[in-house]
């Protein structure tokens, strides 16, 4: 092997790991509603044992802190710290066989996430044939 394809393969593999790494969910994202365009929280998304998870860390102009529209386990719980997204596995350029969960309408809808370029995540919920689809922006 010589020195020009030693140092051809580093480069590839070096921009293989970058290009990895900036298309990725996890990170903070201030989500916006799609009925509304208001910014209503902001979600952290993280990987753990080979699945995405997030969470709400922050409500931006609440009306109360607490789920109040929600029914059992998390009826009166607080809506910062509280699990929103769960069990997204990767899939090519897309997260998906996951849930999400609606705090203000109290119900769980399959998920699927990906990404329009490095700071604009798509989220859809979806029963069925129905779905809605939110944009999320990365906060840096």
Same mark, same amino acid.
């Given at each position: 092997m010589t020195l020009k394809s030693i140092f051809t393969t580093i480069l590839f593999f070096t921009l293989? *790991?970058?290009s990895s790494v900036a298309q990725s969910c996890v990170g903070v994202w201030k989500t916006i509603d799609d009925e509304t %365009? &208001? &910014?209503q929280s902001q979600v952290e998304i993280y990987e753990k044992n080979g699945k995405y998870y997030g969470k709400i860390v922050k409500l931006l102009n609440p009306t109360t802190d607490v789920c109040n529209t929600c029914t059992g386990d998390r009826k009166g719980k607080p809506l910062v710290g509280m699990? *929103?997204?769960w069990d997204?596995?990767?899939s090519g350029s897309t997260?998906?066989?996951g849930e999400i969960f609606s705090p203000t309408k109290d119900k769980t $809808?399959?998920?699927k996430l990906w990404l329009e %370029?490095?700071?604009i995540l798509k989220v859809r %919920? $979806?029963?069925a044939l129905f779905y809605r689809t939110q944009t999320w922006h990365r906060i840096k």
């Amino acid at each position: 092997m010589t020195l020009k394809s030693i140092f051809t393969t580093i480069l590839f593999f070096t921009l293989f *790991i970058a290009s990895s790494v900036a298309q990725s969910c996890v990170g903070v994202w201030k989500t916006i509603d799609d009925e509304t %365009g &208001e &910014e209503q929280s902001q979600v952290e998304i993280y990987e753990k044992n080979g699945k995405y998870y997030g969470k709400i860390v922050k409500l931006l102009n609440p009306t109360t802190d607490v789920c109040n529209t929600c029914t059992g386990d998390r009826k009166g719980k607080p809506l910062v710290g509280m699990e *929103i997204l769960w069990d997204m596995k990767k899939s090519g350029s897309t997260w998906k066989n996951g849930e999400i969960f609606s705090p203000t309408k109290d119900k769980t $809808y399959s998920c699927k996430l990906w990404l329009e %370029g490095k700071d604009i995540l798509k989220v859809r %919920g $979806y029963v069925a044939l129905f779905y809605r689809t939110q944009t999320w922006h990365r906060i840096k």
